[in-house]
């Protein structure tokens, strides 16, 4: 069975911190699970390091979301995480809310 790459989207902006943490605990659970996540929090450390203006992240971010087989949507309110969801649908990629659902869509 080929590995099925999910994008992890989530709050980030309100407190990166804990945003990024959500979303390396739910790609953690993914990866166990056979799946192989992407982790668009992450460029955090990039930005610290390498400071670009948002439209630059998000660019990066849906450049890569368009290679994942399906995304995941974290809870809480995040104006890019909704926009990723838009954009993954918009393309025909399919969006979960929960990890129950995306374990029963992936193929055994």
Avoid: N
């Avoid at 993914?30 to 930005?47: E, K, S």
């Amino acid at each position: 069975m080929k590995p099925k790459y999910v994008y992890v989207a989530g709050p980030y902006s309100s407190d990166p911190v804990l945003g990024t943490r959500a979303a390396i605990e739910a790609a953690d659970w993914l990866a166990q699970r056979g799946f192989v996540p992407f982790i668009p929090h992450l460029t955090h450390f990039w930005h610290f390091l390498i400071p670009h203006p948002y439209e630059f992240w998000l660019e990066q971010d849906l450049e890569w979301l368009k290679k994942c087989d399906a995304l995941l949507r974290l809870p809480g309110e995040s104006s890019g995480a909704d926009r990723e969801v838009t954009m993954a649908r918009t393309w025909h990629i399919p969006v979960f809310f929960d990890v129950a659902d995306l374990l029963d869509w992936r193929p055994t």
